[in-house]
C-alpha cells in the first residue's frame, strides 16, 4: 500500500464491462437516486409538518437540528464503513431509515405531531445519515472496475440533479394531497425501494494486502485514516481544493441567491431562473463525464473548472437581469459539476479501497456538515456589506481551493484510468 502513488487497475486481460451496461452498477445507482429522491421528499413533509406544529423558531430548530449529529457523527460513519464493510452498513443505514419514517407516518396518521417528536426525528435521521453517506459513496470503487470510475461518478451526478428535479414537486404533491403523513409515506416507499436494490449489489470483498487496519480499534482507525489522507500525495490536495471551494461557494449559492433576488425585485421567479441555470449545467457536465466516461489530464482540469466556476459565482452577483444571472448560474454549474464529479472520481481512483469510508467520510464533512454553517454568515456580511462585496470575496475564496490544486505538481499531473478493451 502506498500514499504517494496511484492505485490502478490490476494486470488483467478481462475487458471491463461499461459502467452503463452493468446492471450492478445501474441497480447501485437506481437505489442512490431513490434514496436522494425520499430524502427531498421527506425534507419537504418534515417541513410542513414543523410549520404546522410549532411557531417559526421552531420551525427553524427542527429543519436545523438534524445536521448536528450528521457533522458530529460523520467520521465515526467512514470507521464503520471500512471496519464492517460498505455494503452492510448502508442496507443496515438505509433499513433503519425506511423503519423511521414509516413508523413517523403511523403517528402522524392516529395523532397530532408534538415539535419534539419532529426534533427527535430529524436528530435520529441526522444520526442515521452519518452512517449511510460515507457508505453509499464508497461503494462505486467495490462495484465497478477502475477504468469506468469516471463513468460512474459522472452517472451519479447526473442522478443528483434528475433527484433534485424530481422531489420537489413530488414531495409537494404528496403533502398537498395527505399532509404531512403522505410526505414521510412517499419518503419511506422510496427508501423501501432503495433498500431492495442495495440488498441485490453485489460488492467485490477486499484482498488481504487490502485490509489496512481492520483489525485495529475504531480510533486508531480513525487516527489512522486522517494520517493517511495527510501523507498522501493526491488525496491532501485534491480534498483541501474540495473543502476550500465549498466553504467559499455553499453560502452565496443558497442564501446568497435567495437574498440576490430578493434584493433586486426578481422574486421566487428569478432565484429559481438562477438556481435552475446552476443545475442545467451541473447535469450536462456530469452527463459529459457518464457519455465519455473519461476526461484527460483530470488532476489539472478539475482545478482550472472550480477556478472558472468561482470567477462565475461571482458575476452572479454582479448580474444586471435575471437572464445574465442565470446564464452565469449555467456557467456556474457547468464548471463546478465538472470539477466535483471529476474530483470524486480521482477520489475512487487514489484511495486504496480499505480507507475510501473514512476518506468518502472526511469529504462528505465539509459538503453536508461543516460548509452549510457558513449560509447565517453570509446572509450576515451581506446584511452587512451588501451583495455585490460579499459574492466577490466568497468567489475568491472559492478559487483559491482551485489555485492550491494548481500549485500541487503531483494533482496537476493525476490522470483517471483508462478503461481496458471492450469497456
Known sequence: MTTTGIRTAPATERPEKPAHRDGNVLRWLSAYTASMVGDSVYFVALSWA?????????AGLVLAVGSVPR?????????????????RVVIGSDAVRCAVILAVTVLLLVTAPGIWLLVLVALVFGAVDALFLPSVGALPTRI???????????????????????????????????????????????????????????VRPLAPDEEA?????????LVGGLRYIRGHRVLAPLLLVAAVMELGFAGPANIGVVLLADERGWGAAGMAWTVGGFGVGAGAAALLLAVR?????????????VVAGSVALGAIGFAPSVAAAAVAGLCVGLCTGLGGALIGALLQTVTEPAYLGRVTSVATLFTVGIAPMTFPVVGA????????PVFAASATVSAAGGALGLCSRT?????LPRALPGG
Open 50 to 58: 414543523a410549520a404546522r406544529s410549532g411557531s417559526p423558531a421552531q
Open 411 to 415: 494533482l496537476r499531473g493525476t490522470e
Open 144 to 202: 465497478t472496475a477502475p477504468g469506468q470510475l469516471g463513468r460512474v461518478q459522472g452517472m451519479r451526478g447526473f442522478a443528483q440533479r434528475v433527484a433534485t428535479v424530481a422531489a420537489a414537486p413530488l414531495g409537494g404533491l404528496a403533502v398537498a394531497m395527505g399532509g404531512p403523513a403522505a410526505g414521510f409515506g412517499v419518503a419511506g416507499v422510496l427508501f423501501a425501494v432503495s433498500l431492495v436494490l442495495l440488498m441485490a449489489v453485489r
Open 213 to 221: 487496519g481492520t483489525a485495529e480499534s475504531a480510533w486508531r482507525q
Open 293 to 305: 466516461g473519461r476526461i484527460g489530464r483530470a488532476g489539472a482540469v478539475q482545478s482550472w473548472a
Open 381 to 388: 456580511a451581506i446584511g452587512t456589506w451588501g451583495i455585490e
Open 71 to 87: 457533522a458530529v457523527l460523520m467520521l465515526g460513519g467512514g470507521v464503520i464503513a471500512d471496519r464492517f464493510g460498505p455494503r
